[in-house]
């Protein structure tokens, strides 16, 4: 029977799992949202975490008992002594914590932190951690018992429940500003953070009913819609097709200002990353200091079309575009023929260097009197669709009679318009004898030179366009925001945009626009984690690379060389 | 025809920025020198000053460079993990400094401080490569690389978790304060015990490396992990123990980082972690003594540069753009010498 029980591993399993407890407690995510529902009234995202920390050792523990043995019992045993021993660390945390003063050196080691793990009980309550985290773990092992379409059930609900509730203020926020019945259904759903406990049984009865209603009838639908005849399924794409090009016209109408300007944001690292991707993606050159064309694009629509103090054309931004994506275009190109010799991760930082360098310039007080150093260029003239009235004096914008795209509601279709046209532009590219060329690049230099590719005529193509894109990026990022300073051109813009692709999926179109939704689109959301955001996000990073290093939605020639790589590389004694 | 344009106007180009950046720096430097507003001490001054913070940048760099050379990866955390030893250590330090320890016995309390940095550094660093890089040892080389930005933004905010977002103020040794005259030259004297410091540990690694056997083991894993696997070599061994090395250096640098500049934050680990990657490149990557120079060389750049060669432009404050004129040169020195000052050690053709 203890054999059995595999106790070194179960042990092993557990500690690791108190150690994440432990982790969450003192880096502050239990404490700070110790009062923040997920559930009114029922569980605060606090005990979320910790609740989720013991879901995972009791699924972790059991899902590696179960290739041992078949036995229910002992399968729910092992989880529970998982589930018990990580409980008893954070007992342990909290007995250490009454007796030393552990907040001299961690900052979130509070009493709030020890009274919220023993449920207000203080030390006499102690004995819920053990006992709580024992049977969560046992619980969610004999899940893992339940048929398949059980278990699906189980976690489907849990994730809604989990999205909801995070979401909840978001969108309680905007349901309620829409009115009348929505309104309603909000206030019914939602408390001012998180479900009600209404909401969420309402909640589960919708997920589980259409489940179940899914399980029956699905494979029905889908081979009708299998058994369509061309015309009609090419119907049926064109209608779904014209339906998300309808709710992409009318979002930004609807959902306000917030929203269309994640949207914008997460437009703008699209531009930035389809522009790289032609670097990285397609011709394999590395370049982290992309933010550098992108600042040059958007000082370049600051200078020509600023009303305030440093503006030294007043033009129009319609004007001013066509010159910011001109002048990066250069600026990529200059800057290309230096390092055409340099390969690799050399290339990288030699990149890294100019951007950094550009930035170090303008935020210079040596070039303050043209660039405006810290303070920056204020005061951009908004694009004006219609005819712009003359320029009067330092600090008054230009009236503009017609449409003025003052706002992010209005920026959201510059940026959509331009992410269709370069997202095309990029697919052309990539079919054409010049992606081609870069592909071949990528592979091996020396072969596609030997093969008459030209390295010096493509490399600095690939550094033109790709800076031109960004360049277009950093254009509308400066009249949607309306002033440009240095500190939005860190490195991290830099570092973002090559994590989007990777994310996304080396080399792949579609891959950039999910990577942006995801690294961009997501953190924007989760506001209120402020400080934690990017702590989020360097974990997602790592979970992603270490599961799906071809990123989410891959190219198909990526992922193929990976799965090759992969089988050399587990052959071989030791890869290369 | 087309062709033979471009090749011509890219050397015209290449010429031209050659040209521009020699005279930028003759005629800086002749100005700055002709108008006599530094004296002899000053220029003393900046150099000193220079090779200070250099041989911290050459500690870091060690760390960088013993990667780089076995693992073929830019290990975008290092900085991190510096920081996480000078900032774990300001604890230890704030202790014995409050009990009056560290101004009695400071030769000791330092010791003790250093080799907690130290052990801290190493363990941060094991724990990202047994979780993060291990089973990446095969994947793509952009793999590895996002995954380490992922692990330096993961420590940061760790750290800013546990310990908060605030700076806080290393204790002062009361022993280092004050100065020392070598040789006509002034020297703080928390100057002098980080060089002395540096320059120690960098020996000490040396030797590691070049007298002993997991010295050896380690130059024969990054010569070729295939064929020193088939001599008996431990791969993976000799991996965790070059990581550990590596940080363990890099958690030195880090209190010595801190007594100079006196204060620890969360988010000091990015720019010495760069500017470390830096000095490895500029002395040749997977290049031991190499990095020690590449070090010292950007230190003093950033020293002296923006005094020689920028002020007697007419630039204003050029202080502001030290870190342009790194890498400035980072960057001459990529374009003009790839290989790095003294060559790279690198058996494999990189691409």
Known sequence: MLQQLRLKETLRIGLIGGIVAIYLCLVGLVGIFGERAVIGGVISLGHTWLLLTMVGTGYVAGQKILKHTTSPIITVLTAAIAGLVAGSMLAGLVILGNLVNLRAVLLHASPRLYSLLTFGQGLAGTWLLPAGGAMIAAITASALLLPPFARRLLLWNLIWLLALGLFAGLLRVQMVGAGGLMAEAARFLFGTEGLTV??????????????ITWSRKGEAVRSRIEALPPTGRRL????????????????????????????????????????????????GLLDLGFVAFFAIGAYTVGLLTSVGYHGIAHWSFWAAVPIAVLVSLVAGVLLGIPVLGIRGDYLAIATLGFGEIVRLLVLSDFLKPWLGGSQGVLAIQKPCLGTLGPFQRVGIPMKCYGLELAGPQYIYYLIIIAAVLVAFVAWRLRDSRLGRAWMAIREDEDVAEALGVNLVQSKLLAYGLGAAFAGLSGAIFAVLVGSIFPHSMQLMVSINVVAVIVIGGMGSIPGVIVGALVLIGLPELFREFAEYRLLFYGAALIATMLTRPEGLWPSAVIQRELRLAKKEGSSAISGK | MIEKLTDWSITAFLAAFRISVVLIVLVGSTLILLQGKYTLAHWLDFVVFGITVGSIYALIALGYTMVYGILRMINFAHGEVFMSGAFSAYFVADALDKSGFLDKNPLVGLTLI?????????????????????????APRLVPLICAIGASFFLQYTFRGLFGPGLYAYPAVEALRGEWTILGVRILKTQAVVVVAAVLMMLGLYTVVMRTKIGKAMRSVSEDKEVAALMGINVDHVIVVTFAIGAAMAGAAGVLYALIYRQVNFFMGFIPGIKAFTSAVLGGIGNIPGAMLGGLFLGLFEAVGPALFLEGLGIVAPYQLKDAIAFTMLVLVLIFRPQGLLGERLAAKRA
Do not use: C, H, K
């Not at chain 1, 929203?259 to 437009?267: E, L």
């Not at chain 1, 531009?271 to 032609?278: E, I, Q, V, Y």
């Open chain 2, 114 to 138: 250093i080799l907690f940095a130290m052990a801290v550094s190493t363990g941060v660093a094991l724990l990202v490569e047994r979780i993060a890089y291990r089973r990446l040892r095969y």
């Open chain 1, 198 to 211: 209404a909401g969420a049984l309402l909640t589960v009865g919708i997920v589980t009913l259409s489940m």
């Open chain 1, 236 to 283: 049926l794409r064109l209608a779904v097709l014209a339906l998300v090009v309808a709710i992409v016209l009318i979002l930004p109408q609807i959902s306000g200002p917030f929203i269309a300007q994640v949207i914008v944001f997460i437009g703008l690292y699209v531009l930035m990353a389809l522009g790289l991707n032609l670097e990285l993606g397609f011709a």
